[in-house]
């Protein structure tokens, strides 16, 4: 983990929030999860390895994708009849 001054992050599983600095308020589980953000703030992802493309956008969710580095946004992947970013 590279993380300076970044307080407040719950990380639950293998390589999480590995290049966090300076984001704070995270919270992410599964392997390899929020495994790029770098300062972004008040993210949550679950399951791995979600939310890998979010590096300094805050306030994302993604469940199962790996999201966009877009600040409040939300992604899901897998949603039966619906398509979704990956």
Not at 3 to 30: C, E, P
Not at 41 to 66: E, K, M, Y
């Amino acid at each position: 983990m590279s993380n300076t001054t970044g307080s407040g992050d719950a990380a639950v599983g293998f390589s999480i929030l590995s290049g966090n600095t300076t984001g704070t308020q995270n919270t992410a589980v599964g392997l390899g999860a929020l495994s790029n953000n770098t300062t972004g703030f008040q993210n949550v992802v679950l399951g791995g390895p979600a939310g890998a493309s979010v590096t300094t956008a805050n306030n994302v969710i993604c469940i199962d994708s790996t999201g966009l580095n877009i600040s409040s946004s939300c992604f899901i992947g897998n949603i039966r009849g619906s398509r979704s970013l990956r």
